[in-house]
């Protein structure tokens, strides 16, 4: 069992930047495919990035390739979401995910893991 807090959410200018971090506890984290999904106000939740266990294999959306990076810090038992260049569509609860495989996935219904969610706020 993994619990996820997340936290790093705010409000920011269009164009600006923001870190997201993710706590997770339980022994298994290190074994755990991680994931950042968001939903934004009216619409579904959203594969944004993940992360295999290891760190060795990250994957994208298209939508943000190029400006986010997700890494984790197994150590830590932390994952974290830079997120630059930033834009106002972006603008949703962002949610920290995980899943009992080692393996990345972009399907949703996959994860096993959620946090509460951080709202991030993109002005224009």
């Known amino acids: 069992q993994v619990q996820l807090v997340e936290s790093g959410g705010g409000l920011v200018q269009a164009g600006g930047s923001l870190t997201l971090s993710c706590a997770a506890s339980g022994r298994a984290f290190s074994v755990v495919a991680m994931g950042w999904i968001r939903q934004a106000p009216g619409k579904e939740r959203e594969f944004v990035a993940g992360i295999s266990a290891s760190s060795k294999f990250t994957y994208y959306a298209d939508s943000v390739k190029g400006r986010f990076t997700i890494s984790r810090d197994n150590t830590k038992n932390m994952v974290y979401l830079q997120m630059n260049s930033l834009k106002p569509e972006e603008t949703a609860v962002y949610y920290c995910?995980?899943?009992?495989?080692?393996?990345?996935?972009?399907?949703?219904?996959?994860?096993?893991?959620w946090g509460q969610g951080t709202q991030v706020t993109v002005s224009s």
């Open positions: 995910a995980g899943r009992r495989s080692t393996v990345i996935t972009d399907k949703i219904n996959e994860y096993e893991y």
